[in-house]
């Protein structure tokens, strides 16, 4: 359910290129339209946080996949730009649902990094798919292709539990802490809030790299075909990056290695602000999807070491959401005014920086007062 609800983030270039080529948007509109579709997910997060405690989240998915099918099938029928965005909001919307629940659950587990990092093992194959597949479809079927995988999701909502009674997790609602199911004691909720702010400064990073990679290779005159083959080839890549966090969360934990990998991160980005080459490309995009895994792993799984209900970690995807529509908007606003694609990656990279300083905050202060949580896996 967590692949479905995410398969227009992850298929954002060749979608966003798709757009253009197929549709004749603007550049620019491009990133109103994506930041619209990842700005619904966040919406649609929020809206998961505060229903999960008081609906079957059987239901919650049922609407989300209502929303979703029905946007995008209307999107085949209107190409017009100011409907799109909205009906592409809607959608977004959908998928907020769907993922905010299935993530809820999966920071559900006793062991939360093992949960997503098995997700995000399947996120690399189903990203690595879009990729190859999705640039050889028109238009009308890359939407029928999301109306697909919305509906597979029907048959698998038994395996979901409907009530919150069913879930092995209780709910400490203390005023001011956050508490998880007997994993740590309680940490300051602003921790937690501090937390997804960061993942939401990480996820602008990623919205406008991921917006305009292809946009600004084609730009810079790299040949196509290699381009596609990496943007497909570096999501298997992926597959390293899972194995890789896992060996050195086990070891280090999860923030110190987290630290390091903004650090690397905000350099790879920053790399294509001189501009693109088959090469530079080369070792952005693998290295980008390599280092991806490493963020997503370890910030959703230090939120679900602290969760109780899942509502902390249904607003996960909605911290993504905000990164992804401020991501694109930014970038679509800095490439209106300098039409110049080096200013986006120095954004991009500045976005890095940015959770980095946060992330260290969060260390200093475990470092001072609760030194087990930096062994957290």
């Not at 227009?8 to 619209?36: C, D, H, K, N």
């Not at 909720?189 to 990480?202: D, G, N, R, S």
């Not at 930014?330 to 080096?342: C, K, P, R």
């Not at 946060?358 to 030194?371: A, N, S």
């Amino acid at each position: 359910m967590t692949l479905a609800g995410y398969a227009v983030l992850v298929g954002v270039p060749v979608i966003s290129t798709a757009w253009v080529t197929l549709l004749g948007f603007s550049e620019v509109q491009v990133g109103r339209v994506a930041g619209a579709d990842l700005g619904g997910l966040s919406v649609g997060a929020l809206i998961t946080s505060s229903l999960i405690v008081r609906v079957s989240r059987r239901y919650i998915i049922l609407l989300g996949i209502c929303l979703a099918v029905f946007s995008n099938f209307a999107c085949i029928l209107i190409a017009a730009y100011e409907y799109v965005v909205w009906l592409r909001f809607l959608a977004g919307l959908g998928s907020g649902l769907i993922t905010a629940t299935a993530v809820s659950c999966l920071g559900a587990c006793s062991k939360p990094a093992l949960a997503f990092n098995a997700m995000l093992f399947a996120f690399a194959f189903s990203q690595a798919a879009e990729m190859h597949f999705l640039p050889m479809l028109s238009m009308q079927n890359v939407y029928l292709t999301f109306i697909a995988c919305y509906l597979v999701i029907i048959p698998l909502l038994r395996f979901i539990p409907s009530q919150k009674s069913q879930v092995t997790i209780q709910v400490d609602e203390s005023p001011g802490l956050a508490t998880s199911s007997a994993r740590f004691d309680p940490v300051s909720k602003h921790i937690v809030w501090l937390c997804l702010l960061a993942i939401a400064v990480t996820y602008i990073n990623i919205g406008a790299y991921w917006t305009y990679i292809e946009l600004a290779a084609a730009k810079d005159d790299t040949d196509p075909e290699w381009v596609g083959s990496v943007l497909t080839w570096s999501s298997l890549f992926s597959i390293v990056g899972c194995l890789f966090a896992t060996f050195l969360s086990n070891r280090y934990g999860l923030l110190r290695p987290l630290l390091i990998t903004l650090v690397c991160q905000a350099f790879i980005v920053g790399l294509l602000a001189n501009g693109i080459t088959n090469m530079t490309i080369l070792i952005s995009v693998f290295s980008f999807n390599f280092l991806w895994i490493f963020i997503d792993v370890y910030q959703m799984s230090t939120i679900a070491n602290f969760d109780t209900t899942g509502r902390y970690s249904a607003l996960m995807p909605g911290a993504q959401g905000l990164g992804q529509i401020l991501g694109p908007n930014i970038a679509a606003s800095i490439f209106g005014l300098t039409s110049d694609y080096s200013a986006v990656f120095v954004m991009c990279s500045m976005a890095s920086i940015l959770a980095l300083i946060i992330y260290i905050f969060i260390f200093l202060k475990f470092k001072e007062g609760r030194p087990e949580l930096l062994n957290a896996t």
